[in-house]
């Protein structure tokens, strides 16, 4: 018997599952295998150069080599609330109402602890993210799922299974875009859902991580109208700025929680990386390349559409933004074997949807955002053929 067992709260959460992906990835490419991933969702480019000249100059800088206040500096957070207040109508004050974060999961993090005690139930929408499932195993909280309603080649909002839990529920979770399935709220939809929380005394915590890469027109928040108490939002600049690498998210909210916040970044980081933000004042305001960057995704996304729709083991479920479309296919394999089946056959790689909870399972998380040019017409071909056996 072992005299020193590792946490028994640890121990019930389950390895990072994109670890063992890309591992594999990474092992067949190293034995002279082209293989296309589309697995992590990193995006294919990075700041343009001059982005990086700038960059360069502040290096001097010698606060870019020390820490910077706990919730970010200052002149970043402004830049932030600029970008959100000029790009979508949301005022916040950056002093107490924005904090930089360690990328989004610490974000969420954050905004979970200043929200719940333990034993509260935290509600993910299923298919969901699972950083924010592990998260909410090892706070001592309860989890609760609802699936999704998956019907015409959708995903849709499951509101009538929302609405009989609502009163059981402290904490609602909604990631939209969607990770993993790309579908995005309209904007009547996340009125609704604001009212439904709000009525109920229920948090809404939003992860718009893929906000920049929303292809249907609802961008609606309710940032936008004032500021509900009961919304904090978050998300990354890995995508939006091609700066996976840097770890810099953002939390915004009510001044009061994000109080709270700042107490468990201080505990588990202290502060972002003061070079990513320095990186971040030099690269917000490329607002031209950036709407590149978003279009040369949606290019993708419909490239990928047309090579599932293309193949008759596969069933295309409509992705209204973000990096990745959650498809179904064929057979009667799980999606982990199937993920396995098509790397070590095809060079494709992909996430298995059974690690998005069980609506996942018989389906595979497909990034198309993550291919560099060259890899979309070879990527794609390879998909429209790719069959999973059984």
Same mark, same amino acid.
């Given at each position: 018997?072992?005299?020193?067992?590792?946490?028994? $709260?640890?121990?019930?959460?389950?390895?990072?599952?994109?670890?063992?992906?890309?591992?594999?990835? !990474?092992?067949?490419?190293?034995?002279?295998?082209?293989?296309?991933?589309?697995?992590?969702?990193?995006?294919?480019?990075?700041?343009?150069? $001059?982005?990086?000249? $700038? !960059?360069?100059?502040?290096?001097?800088?010698?606060?870019?080599?020390?820490?910077?206040?706990?919730?970010?500096?200052?002149?970043?957070?402004?830049?932030?609330?600029?970008?959100?207040?000029?790009?979508? +109508?949301?005022?916040?004050?950056?002093?107490?109402?924005?904090?930089?974060?360690?990328?989004?999961?610490?974000?969420?993090?954050?905004?979970?602890?200043?929200?719940?005690?333990?034993?509260?139930?935290?509600?993910?929408?299923?298919?969901?993210? !699972?950083?924010?499932?592990?998260?909410?195993?090892?706070?001592?909280?309860?989890?609760?799922?609802?699936?999704?309603?998956?019907?015409?080649?959708?995903?849709?909002?499951? #509101?009538?299974?929302?609405?009989?839990?609502?009163?059981?529920?402290?904490?609602?979770?909604?990631?939209?875009?969607?990770?993993?399935?790309?579908?995005?709220?309209?904007?009547?939809?996340?009125?609704?859902?604001?009212?439904?929380?709000?009525?109920?005394?229920?948090?809404?915590? *939003?992860?718009?991580?893929?906000?920049?890469?929303?292809?249907?027109?609802?961008?609606?928040?309710?940032?936008?109208? +004032?500021?509900?108490?009961?919304?904090?939002?978050?998300?990354?600049?890995?995508?939006?700025?091609?700066?996976?690498?840097?770890?810099?998210?953002?939390?915004?909210?009510?001044?009061?929680?994000?109080?709270?916040?700042?107490?468990?970044?201080?505990?588990?980081?202290?502060?972002?990386?003061?070079?990513?933000?320095?990186?971040?004042?030099?690269?917000?305001?490329?607002?031209? #390349? *950036?709407?590149?960057?978003?279009?040369?995704?949606?290019? $993708?996304?419909?490239?990928?559409?047309?090579?599932?729709?293309?193949?008759?083991?596969?069933?295309?479920?409509?992705?209204?933004?973000?990096?990745?479309?959650?498809?179904?296919?064929?057979?009667?394999?799980?999606?982990?074997?199937?993920?396995?089946?098509?790397?070590?056959?095809?060079?494709?790689?992909?996430?298995?949807?059974?690690?998005?909870?069980?609506?996942?399972?018989?389906?595979?998380?497909?990034?198309?955002?993550?291919?560099?040019?060259?890899?979309? +017409?070879?990527?794609?071909?390879?998909?429209?053929?790719?069959?999973?056996?059984?």
């Amino acid at each position: 018997m072992n005299r020193f067992p590792p946490s028994a $709260r640890m121990a019930s959460v389950v390895m990072p599952p994109i670890s063992g992906i890309m591992g594999r990835i !990474f092992d067949l490419r190293g034995r002279g295998r082209t293989v296309y991933s589309m697995a992590q969702a990193v995006p294919w480019y990075s700041p343009p150069d $001059r982005v990086l000249q $700038r !960059f360069r100059k502040r290096l001097e800088d010698p606060g870019m080599h020390s820490y910077s206040p706990d919730p970010g500096f200052l002149s970043t957070r402004e830049a932030v609330a600029s970008d959100l207040a000029a790009r979508r +109508g949301i005022g916040l004050d950056p002093e107490r109402e924005v904090q930089l974060t360690c990328g989004a999961s610490q974000a969420f993090l954050n905004a979970l602890l200043s929200v719940t005690s333990a034993g509260d139930t935290v509600c993910l929408i299923e298919p969901y993210y !699972f950083d924010h499932l592990f998260a909410v195993q090892f706070s001592d909280l309860r989890h609760l799922s609802i699936p999704m309603e998956e019907y015409g080649g959708t995903w849709g909002f499951p #509101w009538d299974g929302l609405r009989e839990k609502i009163d059981s529920i402290d904490v609602l979770v909604l990631v939209n875009p969607g990770n993993p399935t790309g579908a995005v709220l309209t904007d009547r939809e996340m009125e609704e859902l604001v009212s439904l929380t709000g009525d109920s005394e229920t948090f809404l915590l *939003i992860d718009e991580t893929y906000e920049r890469f929303v292809f249907t027109g609802h961008k609606w928040h309710p940032w936008m109208d +004032g500021g509900p108490e009961h919304v904090l939002t978050f998300g990354s600049f890995s995508k939006s700025l091609g700066i996976p690498g840097w770890r810099l998210g953002y939390l915004f909210g009510s001044g009061r929680f994000l109080e709270q916040a700042i107490k468990v970044q201080d505990s588990v980081v202290i502060c972002p990386p003061s070079p990513a933000q320095f990186l971040l004042e030099e690269a917000i305001s490329e607002k031209e #390349w *950036i709407s590149e960057m978003s279009a040369g995704v949606l290019y $993708r996304l419909n490239e990928c559409r047309k090579a599932l729709e293309a193949n008759p083991g596969f069933h295309w479920r409509d992705a209204g933004g973000a990096f990745f479309t959650l498809a179904a296919y064929e057979g009667e394999m799980s999606s982990q074997d199937a993920a396995i089946h098509l790397l070590e056959e095809y060079g494709i790689g992909t996430i298995p949807g059974s690690v998005f909870g069980p609506a996942g399972e018989g389906h595979l998380r497909i990034s198309f955002g993550c291919l560099a040019p060259g890899e979309i +017409g070879p990527a794609m071909e390879l998909l429209s053929e790719v069959s999973v056996p059984g």
